[in-house]
Every structure is written in structure tokens, then in C-alpha cells.
């Protein structure tokens, strides 16, 4: 495409470090942008032919040029119910967090839930008693998560209304809570936007959003968006039944009502393990720290493949949460199955998490054309190597089996990126850091953790981008910086592939642009 045909750019991007998704490096280019669309990509002394007086130029230097970040795993209720309320992250003791959550029941309307978060019981000393609450709140909800998401502070008459005890902070365990806090259309419409922006610095014009049963509470709120031309960043969105049994019906009704560029369904997530980390994750061998015990929460796979079989009867795809290496077996054999009876057919299932797979179920993945959905920032959540988990409950000899994101790639599994946000924020320097050098935040170990399962970083790059689009049906469109695709990208302010591993972490989202629109200029610090 040429700008005599064409007309000249709205917007040209030049840069010396410019990678479209298509190679694997970066190289001096031009990107000229027109309305939504991208309309040329090419050498930068090609990019006069597209300036006219109009036309705005970004000279970005050494600044990397990338495709927009697909985010494949987030739950925006999860973010949502870390930010409601109250924050308590800097409240110093248990008496100054009862005060904030008294002041806060007074000024908002009588009998509404008090809500509270980012609290800690290790900076208090203590944790906090629930007969405090009880005593001063005696017939209103109260709720505060900690910082970590794993305890909710709360009193007796919210454990009894939600049905959730104080330890038990999964998402799925406080569903009722999240559907309740979903009803205030207005308030999650904001929290909604806010979520984007936060998003929008970090690259990201597209996610995969999961939302539970029927999705009620947010799908209203992105369908005005959308109709309103406000949706800042591509919603793709599946259905985690957790109240509710899998709803094929609603499932067909959204296969067929969602099908746009910026707001599109994208089938069921099903819960089958737990966590390898306390045991719960399902196993093949018994644990090393557990002898006889290969998990603490036996799975119902009949009731999982019953759900598999009627979603993909009816073309629709299912993302399986699986963790140890017998989940993750289960799960090869019942997306296996569905692809013999579909042939050619067969529809893009996935599989998430994937923390200690088989090598014969990778294998088994890359022969079925099964989509990793992988957390590349998982690393980050231990301290240090030596603070590490995985050789204590799977043996020393077996510790390079977790995470093992080569063999992956060698078995040509297609691997998206996903950070199953609020457990991290959508970070492409902190997935290199971990998947690419894999190191842990305190820089061990010397060389890498088992370097040799590491992610090329091109490959890390193509995980966040081209792969996420294909595995939404949406490489036609996105994914790559081609002439004729949307015109999203994401700046960071310096080279990815050519950093070092104590300076990537540092490096930062300088412009995004979604569909042709700036959501995050850090120069002036839009978004």
C-alpha cells in the first residue's frame, strides 16, 4: 500500500528497534497509522512519503515498538474487590484499621456493606480478631482482604450472608460476595475504565477476562461501552461456572451475540486441581514432603469431561485449569478425544497454569494444537531460589520439570501469556526477567534457574502478542504489526531484546495505542 493511494498518515511512528511479531529480532522501521488501521511498515527513510502537515510523528529513538499486549488470563472482579472500599495499606495497627472501617460505615448509606483491603497482620504483629468487628458492626457486613488475598477479615455476619470463612479467599470462594458487588452498574463501570488505564500503561489493548456463571455483572457495563464507542481495550471473555452449572444454553447465546472486534466470547474455564504448593495439586507420584499422598483434593473428572464433551459438541471452547502433572494428563485426554471426533474441525481449547506437565503430555499437546496459557511472572512469587518450593514437594530430581516452557516450544505447543491478574499486574519486563533469565526477584540463582527451560525472550514477546490473537481467533486482525491490521502497540523506552538482566525490570510503557488511539502517553501522561 502506498500514500498516493492510500492518502497520507494520521500518525507515524519511528524507531530504531521496531519488532512487528514476524521476526524474531528488532530493526530500524517506520509505522504509519491511519484512522484504526496500520497502513504501511518500512524502512524509516521510507517515511517521509507518508508526513504531510497533519500528520503527527513520534521520533522515538531507541525506543521498542512492539505489538499491544494481550493479557490471556485476568479476572477484572478480583482487581475490582482489591480496590472497593477502604485502604488500609497504610493503617499501623489494628485499632487505627477499626477506626478507618467506622469512619467509613458512617458517611455511607445504613445497612451497605463496608468493604476494606491491603491490610497486613505481619506489619501489625498480629491478626486482627473477628469479635472487633462483630462487636462494632453487629448486624452489617463488613469485609477486608489482606494485601496477599489470602485471609478476609470479617465479621460474623458476612461469613453467615456469603458463605465463605476467613481463610478461604479464593475468587471462586467469595463469588457470591463478588456478584453482590457487581450490582452498582455506575461504580464498576468507573472501576472498569480505571482497570483499562492501569492496563493501558502497561501495553495492553487486549485481554482475556474471566468472569464467573453467566458473567451478569460486567457484560451490561461493556456493552454500553462498546455501543458508545468507549471500550479502551479488546474484551475477550470466558465463562467460569462456579454457583451454577455450565450453562451450554447461555454459552450459545453469547457464541452468537459476541462476536466483535472489541468485545468477543471466548468459551468456559473449568477448574479441575488445586495448587501443586499445598498439596492440592493432583499428581501422578506422591509428593516428596507427603509421602502416599498424591493430592489433598481429590478432582471429579467425570463431571469435568461431561462439561468438555457438551461445550465442544457445540463449538465451543474450553480453557482447563491444571497444575500437576496428572490434571494436566486428564486434560490432554479429554481435549485428545474431542479433537478425534472433530477431525480437522477442531476447535482452539487450552490448557492454563501447566506448572509440572509431563514431558509425554507436552508431547501430546503440540500433536493436538493445545494453546498454553502460561503465567510467566509465576517465578516472582517466591523471594528467592532458596525460598523456592518446587524441589521440596516434587523431589530434587525433578524440579526442572516446572515451568519448563523449552520443551514447550520444541514440541511446537502454542504458548500465550496470561497473569491470572490480581495474582500479578501484566508486566513484559518482569515475564522476561522471570521466563526468559529466569531468575527470582533476588537475582538467584548465578546463571538462572534451570536456563535451559527458559523462553527465548523473541518467544516471550510472541507469547504476549501473535499467540494470544490466534488463540482468540483474532491473527487476522491483531497480533502482529502488519499493513492492514489494527493499529495496536505498545512503546517501552528501551530495547527488550537487548537488555540486561539487572536493567529489564526497570524498563517501562512510554505510549500504547489501541486501535488507532493513544489510551497511555507517558510524555504526557494520558491514560
Request: proline share 5%; net charge negative.
Amino acid at each position: 500500500m502506498d500514500a498516493a493511494a492510500h492518502g497520507l498518515a494520521d500518525r507515524v511512528l519511528l524507531s530504531n528497534a521496531v519488532f512487528t511479531g514476524k521476526e524474531n529480532s528488532a530493526s530500524p522501521a517506520f509505522i504509519a497509522l491511519k484512522g484504526d488501521c496500520i497502513v504501511a511498515v518500512g524502512h524509516p527513510e521510507e517515511a517521509e512519503n507518508w508526513i504531510g502537515p497533519a500528520t503527527f510523528v513520534h521520533h522515538l529513538k531507541d525506543a521498542f515498538i512492539m505489538p499491544g499486549v494481550h493479557d490471556n488470563h485476568v479476572f477484572f472482579t478480583g482487581y475490582m474487590s482489591m480496590h472497593r472500599g477502604v485502604d488500609l495499606t497504610n493503617a499501623a495497627t489494628v485499632d487505627e484499621a477499626l477506626q478507618l472501617l467506622k469512619q467509613e460505615a458512617e458517611k455511607s448509606p445504613s445497612g451497605q456493606n463496608v468493604y476494606a483491603y491491603g491490610w497486613s497482620g505481619e506489619d501489625w504483629g498480629q491478626s486482627p480478631e473477628q469479635s472487633l468487628l462483630d462487636e462494632a458492626f453487629p448486624e452489617r457486613v463488613v469485609i477486608a482482604i489482606n494485601r496477599t488475598k489470602s485471609y478476609c477479615w470479617m465479621n460474623k455476619t458476612a461469613q453467615q450472608k456469603y458463605q465463605f470463612a476467613p481463610d478461604q479467599c479464593s475468587a471462586e470462594s467469595r463469588a457470591r460476595l463478588l456478584n453482590d458487588m457487581m450490582q452498582d452498574r455506575a461504580l464498576v463501570r468507573q472501576e472498569f475504565l480505571d482497570f483499562a488505564r492501569m492496563l493501558a500503561k502497561r501495553g495492553v489493548t487486549s485481554i482475556k477476562d474471566i468472569g464467573f456463571d453467566r458473567h451478569s455483572g460486567l457484560l451490561p457495563v461493556l456493552e454500553e461501552l462498546e455501543a458508545a464507542g468507549e471500550l479502551p481495550l479488546r474484551v475477550h471473555f470466558a465463562l467460569e461456572p462456579v454457583l451454577q452449572p455450565i450453562d451450554i444454553p447461555a454459552g450459545l447465546q453469547y457464541k452468537e451475540r459476541y462476536q466483535g472486534e472489541f468485545l468477543r466470547f471466548q468459551g468456559y474455564k473449568l477448574m479441575m486441581d488445586g495448587v501443586v504448593a499445598d498439596h492440592t495439586g493432583d499428581m501422578l507420584e506422591p509428593y516428596a514432603d507427603m509421602p502416599g499422598v498424591t493430592t489433598l483434593r481429590p478432582v471429579d473428572y467425570e463431571a469435568i469431561e461431561a462439561a468438555v464433551q457438551a461445550a465442544d459438541s457445540h463449538g465451543i471452547k474450553c480453557c482447563l485449569t491444571a497444575e500437576g502433572d496428572a490434571a494436566i494428563r486428564k486434560a490432554v485426554d479429554l481435549i485428545e478425544g474431542c479433537n478425534r471426533k472433530r477431525g480437522e474441525q477442531r476447535i482452539r481449547h487450552s490448557i492454563s497454569d501447566l506448572e509440572y506437565p509431563h514431558p509425554d503430555d507436552i508431547k501430546r499437546m503440540g500433536e493436538n494444537g493445545i494453546f498454553a496459557e502460561v503465567y510467566a511472572q509465576i517465578l516472582l512469587l517466591n523471594p528467592s531460589y532458596e525460598d523456592a518450593y518446587m524441589a521440596a514437594v516434587a523431589g530434587k530430581e525433578n524440579e526442572s520439570r516446572f515451568y519448563n516452557y523449552m520443551s514447550m516450544l520444541e514440541a511446537n505447543v502454542p504458548i500465550t501469556i496470561g497473569t491470572d491478574l490480581p495474582l500479578f499486574l501484566t508486566s513484559v519486563p518482569d515475564s522476561l526477567y522471570a521466563a526468559s533469565y529466569r531468575l527470582f526477584p533476588d537475582g538467584s540463582p548465578p546463571g538462572g534457574w534451570n536456563p535451559g527451560q527458559g523462553m527465548p525472550a523473541s518467544e516471550v514477546l510472541k507469547a504476549w502478542t501473535v499467540n494470544g490473537a490466534r488463540h482468540c481467533g483474532m491473527e487476522e486482525c491483531t497480533g502482529t504489526l502488519e499493513v492492514g491490521k489494527a493499529a495496536d502497540i505498545a512503546v517501552f523506552d528501551r530495547n527488550l531484546l537487548d537488555t540486561t538482566a539487572t536493567g529489564i525490570r526497570d524498563t517501562h510503557v512510554i505510549l500504547t495505542i489501541s486501535a488507532g488511539r493513544i489510551t497511555y502517553d507517558a510524555s504526557r501522561n494520558e491514560g
